[in-house]
């Protein structure tokens, strides 16, 4: 498991020392190879790093169930050491959230890069907050071992927040062909045991690098160098102090109505192509009307098609309390955002005065004033009903399914997983309704 | 009444600073504020003119409106000509009372990153004093704490905060000294010397960003005085600055290492010799007026890394200094090289920019040569073989492999016309023409890199069936009076049925036929063909081979 703590320097950077940020990646996947001998391999503590002998071939049933169940206490148990280190006599340690990387997508020492200018004492955490997870839905480990992780550590650590990052899998570009499944069957299982859901998927982010960013044919290292920007902001709060510093409980008091609706889209601004750096200067009212526009999205959705539920809207650099409340009450007062009628004020405002960091040689200009916003939208029901109506074309079929059979699992679990799907549909419905 | 209108000839008045930090004309008008620029309901301009226009009587100020259309004439009314303005709609004449002339440099600071309750205690604060008795001070500490934050900024932003001058001598040295970045693009600053007088007091300048500021820029060098010794990154696009100006600037910025100088309609018309030798990024984006020549004029700066020239109607780039093939000495240090949106039509920009001894990335985006989309990925992989040493290419970078699958591909494809251009498997009997070394200067390389192309490759023959037919010889190493015979026969032939032929042919049993079979191109070398299922594609058998039967 990872853990970033942050110690406090002046303008809240880290001083000096490595940060060492212990993750545990993919354990089913062999290749955990990319980090241990990437550029950032020095971020990660070995011991942290687990890989197994066999990957989970896109299968739910093989991370769950066979593979899975092989590796996971090993899992728990360099977590449980990193959880419950000896508390610490050094100076500041403030409570921090453990991270738990998976490899489905590369360059994961991109993530830890933009969250980690951060310096650590010991390795064991003080104060464990809770737990990050990034993982994807259409992988065997991201669906079925996660499912599974986090049924665990709901048992071990119930008391602490679960936060994921997931990668949903896109309306156009499919990395396998049984993404539905495990889409479904891990949504069904993992539903209740995370706090939030942050989504990203890759075609939103594909579309934002390619024709803002400039880059011709976006590789997994341009999208992951976007999502960890918006990564960075959510964690920023834990690592920097602010004015209007957002905890992330606090978020998660905010953005989640009821435990089922909790999975939230995530916006950036602004997105501005290095080699255009300073050519366009964005307000803060532009950032945040750009916020909410449809291009600069994380996830493919039309939030016009729905209604708002939440809103957290978390300003990172020279921003001062007056500009937010200006530009988000000219927000307000446009009639194309709608709100539910059950939550008439919606918004929560943070702001960090750290601006945000790029990688050099990266994609991203520099900005000094960023905005990235989390919504809770009824529209994300749109996202499900594309992924219920691929699952059930497959489905229908019995297609692809005795790859799962043969792990053990039933066709039961399949009917169970659908039927809960389609009741978060109408959950999302029910709360787009009118009072 | 004709000629123009004296400045001298009008009634004088006050000026009134408010608690707010806007100045308005009350009383006098001085000739000062000539050139300065102004705020009048968001749009920004230049005065012009002050003083009388008859017959309406009291004080107007003539100004220029940045945007030329803003306005009702050109500096003249009835005949008269009060001022001059470059565009027939630029002028307007205005009262005093509308006109914003900007804040000092501390207040707009103040204004910005104070929290509100406190101001509101200022005020309170104010009130009392103006009275007679002097008050007990009431928010004294929090007074206090407003400038201890102030002095604790680092970066400040003070974007269209009508900033017009620095304000009090010392002023903002004593309140926030510690500002290392300041925004202070669309304000309204109207010269060098106000920035510098700002600057002058914050030592540990870094970052100054005057963008969209219509400065008046130092005519004559500039005494050097330290002003901007931390100085790295300044930022003057859209200020309408000159290429003599900036070296100017330059000059006093010895540190610098980023310029941006986007759509500022620069004419590069000298070779900056003392000045700008260390940056590392250059910015000429948007400047129509650069060409290929000018280039040479800034191509020794030793440091310069990144250098961006989108959008500046480029459509050719050569370096003359260095041959086919040879690197050149200008731009030693450049590894990034943007020419988006340019006007690049032709291969040979590509060709010259393999001289650069240093690049490593190139973005080239929306050029009409690289347009058309269906031909994208052609396209890229023409300029990754046409450029060496390139890593990344529109921001994508080139792995080994797409690199080998390129210029294998490059080399295929003009191996003809190599042929044709006098090329020869024998190196040594090259007699390459002009021409074609001018066009594929990098084809002699790759060909001792890769080895020359094979006549083989480099056919290409319709799709016919006689053409995919392999024509034969038949020898039977064994039997010395049977004759050679020659058949054709198509690749995708099975050695099962190739045998069953002979077998009738031969009158002899399948399963005592041996077959293997040899090539002309590399004679003695006998390969067997063993496995019945596979075909004599497989084993790569061509034309002219020769088959060879034992039994």
């Not at chain 1, 169940?69 to 360099?78: G, K």
């Not at chain 2, 290492?257 to 500022?264: A, C, K, P, Q, R």
């Not at chain 2, 290929?292 to 050719?316: K, P, T, V, W, Y």
């Not at chain 2, 251009?421 to 074609?436: C, I």
Request: include cysteine.
């Amino acid at each position: 498991m990872g853990v970033i703590r942050s110690r406090e320097g002046p303008g809240g950077l880290a001083e000096g020392g490595r940060p060492n940020c212990t993750e545990s990646t993919d354990p089913l996947s062999p290749s955990a190879d990319g980090i241990r001998t990437g550029q950032h391999r020095s971020l990660f503590h070995p011991e942290q790093l687990l890989s197994g002998k066999e990957d989970a071939a896109s299968n739910y049933a093989r991370g769950r169930y066979s593979v899975g169940s092989e590796v996971i206490d090993l899992v728990l148990e360099r977590t449980r050491k990193l959880a419950s280190g000896s508390p610490l006599s050094s100076k500041g340690a403030v409570p921090g959230a453990c991270e738990v990387l998976w490899q489905n997508s590369p360059a994961l020492s991109a993530v830890t890069i933009a969250t980690n200018h951060v310096s650590l004492g010991a390795e064991q955490c003080g104060e464990l907050q809770g737990f990050l997870i990034f993982r994807s839905f259409g992988g065997g480990t991201g669906s079925g071992f996660t499912s599974l992780l986090m049924e665990r550590l709901t048992g071990e650590y119930s008391k602490k927040t679960k936060l994921e990052f997931s990668v949903y899998p896109a309306p156009r570009v499919s990395t396998a062909v049984v993404e539905p499944y495990n889409s479904v069957l891990t949504t069904h299982s993992t539903t209740e045991h995370a706090d939030c859901t942050f989504m990203v998927d890759n075609e939103a982010v594909y579309d934002i690098c390619h024709h803002k960013l400039g880059v011709e044919r976006p590789s997994y290292a341009n999208i992951n160098r976007l999502m960890v920007q918006a990564v960075s902001s959510i964690t920023a709060s834990l690592r920097f102090e602010g004015p209007l510093n957002v905890d992330l409980i606090e978020f998660q008091t905010n953005l989640v109505p009821y435990p089922r609706i909790h999975f939230p889209i995530t916006t950036f601004a602004p997105i501005v192509s290095a080699d255009k750096a300073y050519h366009e200067r964005f307000s803060v009212s532009d950032i945040t009307t750009a916020c909410f526009e449809s291009s600069n999205q994380l996830v493919k959705c039309d939030p016009r098609l729905g209604k708002y539920m939440a809103c957290c809207l978390l300003y990172r650099g020279d921003v001062v309390p007056r500009e937010a409340n200006a530009a988000i009450a000219a927000m307000k007062a446009r009639h194309s955002i709608q709100f539910v009628d059950w939550c008439p004020t919606g918004f929560k405002v943070g702001i960090n005065n750290q601006p945000p960091m790029v990688m050099p040689g990266g994609d991203l200009a520099k900005a000094h004033q960023a905005l990235c916003m989390l919504s809770n939208t009824t529209a994300i029901a749109e996202a499900w009903a594309r992924l219920d109506h691929k699952f059930d074309l497959m489905y229908a079929k019995r297609a692809f399914l005795h790859w799962y059979i043969r792990e053990g699992m039933e066709e039961a679990e399949f009917l169970e997983a659908r039927e809960d799907l389609a009741a978060l549909e109408r959950d999302y419905k029910e709360a787009g309704q009118s009072v | 009444m004709n000629g123009t209108a004296r400045s001298g000839d009008y009634s004088l008045l006050d000026l009134i600073i408010l608690d707010s930090g806007y100045i308005i004309m009350s009383d006098t008008l001085t000739l000062d504020v000539i050139g300065g620029r102004v705020k009048v309901n968001g749009e920004h301009a230049t005065v012009r003119f002050v003083g009388v226009v008859p017959p309406v009587a009291g004080p107007w100020l003539g100004v220029e409106w940045d945007n030329p259309e803003r306005g009702k004439h050109d500096g003249s009314h009835e005949g008269t000509v009060y001022f001059k303005c470059r565009h027939p709609t630029g002028g307007s004449f205005i009262r005093p009372k509308k006109v914003n002339f900007g804040i000092d440099f501390l207040t707009a600071v103040k204004n910005r990153y104070v929290l509100e309750d406190e101001l509101e205690e200022d005020e309170k604060e104010q009130i009392v004093t103006i009275g007679n008795k002097p008050v007990e001070t009431i928010g004294f500490d929090s007074v206090m704490k407003q400038q201890s934050q102030l002095s604790k900024l680092q970066e400040v932003s003070l974007r269209n905060c009508a900033v017009s001058h620095a304000g009090e001598k010392g002023g903002v040295a004593e309140a926030c000294p510690n500002i290392r970045n300041v925004d202070l693009s669309k304000n309204l600053l109207s010269s060098w010397d106000e920035v510098i007088h700002i600057a002058d007091q914050l030592r540990h300048l870094e970052f100054l960003n005057l963008s969209e500021n219509k400065l008046k820029f130092p005519s004559g060098s500039a005494p050097l005085t330290g002003t901007f010794s931390a100085l790295k990154v300044l930022v003057l696009n859209r200020t309408g600055i000159t290429w003599a100006e900036v070296l100017r600037c330059a000059a006093g910025c010895p540190g610098l290492e980023e310029l941006y100088l986007e759509s500022n309609e620069i004419f590069i018309s000298e070779r900056p010799t003392d000045v700008l030798q260390t940056i590392k990024l250059l910015d000429l984006s948007s400047n129509q007026l650069i060409d290929e020549n000018q280039l040479f004029l800034i191509a020794h700066l030793s440091r310069l890394e990144q250098l961006i020239l989108s959008d500046i109607g480029i459509s050719s780039i050569h370096f003359p200094d260095a041959g086919i093939g040879c690197k050149t000495s200008m731009f030693p240090s450049l590894q990034y090289l943007v020419v988006n949106d340019n006007q690049i039509s032709q291969w040979s920009f590509f060709n010259e920019l393999d001289k650069l001894p240093s690049l490593r990335a190139l973005s080239c985006l929306r050029n009409p040569l690289t347009k058309d989309d269906k031909d994208t990925r052609t396209t890229r992989q023409l300029i990754i073989a046409k450029i060496g040493q390139l890593k990344t290419l529109n921001k994508c970078e080139i792995l080994p492999e797409e690199r080998l699958g390129a210029e294998l591909d490059y080399q295929r494809a003009f191996g003809n016309e190599w042929k044709k251009a006098g090329g020869y498997q024998d190196p040594d009997k090259n007699r390459l023409s002009e021409e074609f070394l001018a066009a594929h200067p990098r084809y002699q390389f790759l060909c001792l890199k890769y080895g020359a192309p094979e006549d083989g490759e480099l056919k290409r023959q319709p799709l016919m069936l006689k053409n995919q037919l392999l024509t034969l010889k038949i020898k039977y190493p064994h039997q010395l009076d049977q004759k050679v015979l020659e058949k054709q026969l198509p690749g995708s032939m099975t050695i099962q049925k190739v045998k069953g032929l002979l077998s009738r042919l031969l009158k002899v049993p399948v399963s005592d036929l041996l077959l293997s079979y040899e090539s002309p191109e590399k004679p003695g070398r006998e390969i067997e063909l063993e496995n019945d299922l596979k075909s004599l594609q497989f084993y790569s058998v061509e034309n002219g081979d020769c088959l060879l039967v034992r039994w």
